[in-house]
T-cell receptor
């Protein structure tokens, strides 16, 4: 079952903040975040592991609530380059080799 | 380091035909995963290959199959194409050195079934 992402879409002005949420009905070992720009391949942003470890880009912050099987991605002081569709991929096998992706959150940053 | 490459980039087929897509992972990466991306369903996992063995499989019919060669290149085959198979097919490679490592996606193959 796919994780549920919210909101489905959001429009920001440059400099504003946004939070994208990802919620799963299954127990998770890790959550993976990717951003995809139109016509391009998804690009890795961050991995959040059970136990609190994180791996990813320094400018991106995120949280992982293991008890609620929820993750949130925090985009602060947004830039035009942040525009794209954000996907969370959940891992409930512990191997990170089979990710179940949400349907995405479309983010548009305007001037 | 060269990225993940996929060929062909675009493909048009008719119902009932079969198709083979190719993916060359980043040098040194032995894990290759395949995903189907459609506007309605998003990114859906098809299967993962590691060292020529299928390690994981998603919920797709048997018409979807794959294989991996000794040089880690992978192919995906779809037989008896249906209109609903029209999608962007992405492959992603991952370094096996750590379990929790980012996946590097290729540009995808856009398959249109008429």
């Amino acid at each position: 079952q796919q994780p549920v992402q919210s909101p489905q879409a959001v429009i920001l002005r440059e400099g504003e903040d946004a939070v994208i949420n990802c919620s799963s009905s299954k127990a998770l070992y890790s959550v993976h975040w990717y951003r995809q720009k139109h016509g391009e391949a998804p690009v890795f942003l961050m991995i959040l592991l059970k136990g609190g470890e994180q791996k990813g880009h320094e400018k991106i912050s995120a949280s992982f609530n293991e008890k609620k099987q929820q993750s949130s991605l925090y985009l602060t002081a947004s830039q035009l380059s942040y525009s794209g569709t954000y996907f969370c991929g959940t891992d409930n096998t512990g191997t990170a080799s089979k990710l179940t992706f949400g349907t995405g959150t479309r983010l548009q940053v305007t001037l | 380091k060269a990225g993940v490459t996929q060929t062909p980039r675009y493909l048009i087929k008719t119902r009932g035909q079969q198709v083979t897509l190719s993916c060359s992972p980043i040098s040194g990466h032995r894990s290759v995963s395949w995903y189907q991306q459609t506007p309605g369903q998003g990114l859906q996992f098809l299967f993962e290959y590691f060292s020529e063995t299928q390690r994981n499989k998603g919920n797709f019919p048997g018409r979807f199959s794959g294989r991996q060669f000794s040089n880690s290149r992978s192919e995906m085959n779809v037989s008896t194409l249906e209109l609903g198979d029209s999608a962007l097919y992405l492959c992603a490679s991952r370094s096996p050195s750590e379990t929790y490592n980012e996946q590097f996606f290729g540009p995808g193959t856009r398959l249109t079934v008429l």
